[in-house]
Structures are given as structure tokens and as C-alpha cells.
């Protein structure tokens, strides 16, 4: 018996108590309010639905809400891994009232992570998430490019696939601004099945979306040929050579990566978890031939390079740190352990325009703070990418 329960202890040590808070736009009401016990993906959790707003007419005029989620897990747990695993539980939450209710909600926002662990239980570990928005473009769009825009607006007026282009355009636009780098891939690779009848047809084949495929009966051996839908345009054009076999072995490989990941994706024959990094080099790809193809069936070849650098959202800071405390709030009053004001941007002596916020600390106990910045995009990062940024204090 004493064996028993030394071994149980033992396990509960192994265990720590993470939470993870998360903004949703749309006010929400559910039930009478309070803690509510739910079970998501095999995992016993406890999630705080809170609106923003006291008010009712502010909640209708302002809207939003807070949800906080506490689960266990092993303490060793990458902070990262923490977060992504229970803003998914909060997702999966937010997707069933939807299903349920044909709530609208809109994109939630990932705010802080936090362990609390110890042998007393009084060591607390958090991370909040600040990223800088991108508001501004950061050169002006000089006269020499308006007139290469001038020029893919009339060869879009004048061209038979004029329509397509303006689609496929309009689709690398969406693509290049959508921050979710599998939806972002997604609309990418469908711009390039828009460009596919044009692509198949400056590549010389006489139908666009088939290929003819000839075979044999296994027991009479008569020959046949069948139509088979593929992307006949497109894959030559990634290829850059309509005979596969003469195909450049980098392109190769990146037309392997499109159609694998769009079948993964559409067909959901893998988990979005299991994808790693595949989602930002799909998409890094994708957009670079949905641009050449756009630019070239334009007759902007000018326009081309072989080099491609993906533009993303602004830079991703992080606020790290640790505290002491006896214990939690209660999950319905939980916040963010350190009050942050939104980015305001200022002239420095050194370094031209600079971001600036600034921290509020509620009194909170042998607290250590620091600023870093991801150097991953946060779907796939662990702390091993956090890289401490400089700062200067007023």
C-alpha cells in the first residue's frame, strides 16, 4: 500500500499546470457564465468565458471576449508546444458552439501562455505574445512601378485570359496578407489552378486539366487510353519542361511538395499538427509560380526573378518571465500577468523609426522579465527560437 502511494505521488509530481489565454472578436454569452468542465481531444480541461464588456451595449457596439483554458502536462513541456496545444483546445470549443449554434465567430487571437510549478507550486512561467502589426508598407510604390501597373491592368483588359489573371491576382493578393500560412497556401494554389487552362495552352498541350493515360487489360490485354484530371499546365510550368523526366530536380521537388500538401490539406489525409514546417515552404513556393505565372502570361516577364522573398506579417515579440506567487487567480479572473500597451512608433537618435511599449507590473513577486523575438513563425517555434532583443528603458 505504501508502495502504491509513494508511486502515485511520484506521478503527480510529473505534472504541472499550464494555462493559456486567447481574445475571440465577437461577444459571447454562454450558459450562466462561471468555469466550465469539458474534456477536448482526450485531454480534462477547465475554460473561462469571458466578454470584454460588462455592458451590454457596449458588447454590441465593441464586441469581444476572453477565454482562458487550464489543463495539465508534462512540465517539461516547450512553452510553444504549450500555447498551440491549448489555443487548439480553445478553438475545437469555439468550433462546436459554431456547429451547435451557427455562432460567427472570427479569427482568435493567441495572447499568453503560462506554467505554474514547483514543489510548493509557487513558480510561475509565462509568456506573452506581442506582434508587431504591419500597417505601413515600407517603400513608396515609385512612378516606375505604376507604370508596371498600369501595364498588367490594360494586358488584363486585353487578353483573352484576362479574367483568369485578374483572379489569380486577386487570389496572390489575399495569399500575401493572410498571416495563416495553410489558408494563405490554400489560396495560393488554387490562383495557380485558375492560371491552368492559360499555362496548359502556352505550354502547347490541346487540353487543359487532363492527361491521357494509356493501359492495358490485365487478362484480354487490350490496349485503352483514359482522361485523367491533373494539372497538365501548371506542373510544367513549376517544372519548367513538359517531358517530367527533363525536369530540373529542384523544381521537381517543389512540384512533389504543392501537390502533396494540397492533397494533404484538401483531403485531410494528414493532421495539421504532423505538417511541421511544410505549410510556410508550400506557400513560399506557391506564391513565387503564382507570381511568375502571373507576370509571364502577362507579358511582364521584366517583372520575374528567380530569387523570391515571402512578405509576412510584422515581427513577433515576445514577452518573457518568471514569478513567484502562492497561487493562481481563479481561471475566470485570470489576465495577462503584465499589463502591455499597444505598439506607438518613435524617432530614434540611431536607429530611425523604432516600435515602443510600455509594461505595467501589478506588484507581482521576484519578478524577472525580458524581451526576445521569434526568429520561426509561431505555428512551428519553440523557446530555442526566441532571440533576446536589445532594449532601452526611459
Known amino acids: 500500500m505504501a508502495d502504491e502511494e509513494s508511486g502515485e505521488a511520484q506521478s503527480d509530481e510529473r505534472v504541472s499546470t499550464f494555462r493559456v489565454l486567447a481574445r475571440q472578436p465577437l461577444s459571447l454569452d454562454i450558459g450562466s457564465g462561471g468555469i466550465h468542465e469539458l474534456d477536448i481531444q482526450g485531454v480534462s480541461c477547465r475554460v473561462a468565458v469571458k466578454p470584454a464588456h460588462s455592458d451590454l451595449a457596449k458588447r454590441k457596439e465593441l464586441g ?141 498541350f490541346e487540353k487543359h486539366g487532363t492527361e491521357q493515360i494509356k493501359g492495358s487489360c490485365e487478362k484480354c490485354g487490350h490496349e485503352y487510353v483514359r482522361n485523367r484530371t491533373t494539372l497538365v499546365g501548371v506542373r510544367a510550368f513549376v517544372h519548367g519542361a513538359i517531358d517530367t523526366e527533363k525536369a530540373d530536380p529542384d523544381r521537381k521537388a517543389d512540384w512533389k511538395l504543392l501537390n502533396k500538401l494540397r492533397n494533404d490539406l484538401t483531403h485531410g489525409l494528414v493532421d495539421e499538427n504532423d505538417l511541421g514546417e511544410k505549410p510556410q515552404r508550400g506557400l513560399t513556393a506557391a506564391m513565387h509560380y503564382l507570381h511568375h505565372g502571373i507576370c509571364v502570361l502577362s507579358h511582364a516577364s521584366n517583372l520575374t526573378s528567380s530569387q523570391y522573398r515571402l512578405a509576412r506579417g510584422g515581427i513577433e515579440y515576445v514577452l518573457m ?74
Not at 143 to 152: A, P
Open 64 to 204: 469581444g471576449t476572453t477565454l482562458a483554458i487550464e489543463f495539465l502536462s508534462d512540465p517539461y513541456l516547450d512553452l510553444f508546444e504549450a500555447a498551440r496545444a491549448g489555443f487548439e483546445l480553445i478553438e475545437d470549443f469555439l468550433s462546436a458552439i459554431t456547429v451547435v449554434s451557427g455562432t460567427t465567430f472570427g479569427p482568435s487571437e493567441l495572447l499568453q501562455v503560462a506554467r505554474l510549478d514547483g514543489a510548493d507550486g509557487q513558480n510561475c512561467e509565462f509568456m506573452i505574445f506581442m506582434p508587431l502589426p504591419l500597417k505601413h508598407w515600407h517603400e513608396e510604390i515609385s512612378g516606375e512601378k505604376l507604370k508596371s501597373v498600369r501595364g498588367l491592368l490594360a494586358h488584363w483588359d486585353g487578353l483573352e485570359c484576362g479574367h483568369r489573371l485578374r483572379r489569380a491576382a486577386r487570389l496572390y493578393r489575399s495569399a500575401a496578407g493572410n498571416v495563416d500560412d495553410i489558408d494563405a497556401f490554400q489560396e495560393a494554389y488554387i490562383g495557380l489552378e485558375v492560371l491552368e487552362k492559360p499555362l496548359a495552352s502556352m505550354a502547347g
Open 321 to 394: 518571465g518568471r514569478y513567484r506567487a502562492r497561487e493562481w487567480p481563479s481561471l475566470s479572473d485570470w489576465g495577462q500577468v503584465v499589463d502591455t500597451s499597444q505598439f506607438s512608433w518613435v524617432q530614434h537618435a540611431n536607429h530611425d523609426w523604432v516600435p515602443q511599449i510600455t509594461f505595467n507590473v501589478r506588484g507581482l513577486e521576484d519578478l524577472e522579465v525580458c524581451v526576445g523575438r521569434l526568429t520561426k513563425p509561431r505555428s512551428t517555434a519553440s523557446m530555442d527560437d526566441v532571440k533576446p532583443t536589445p532594449i532601452e528603458h526611459e
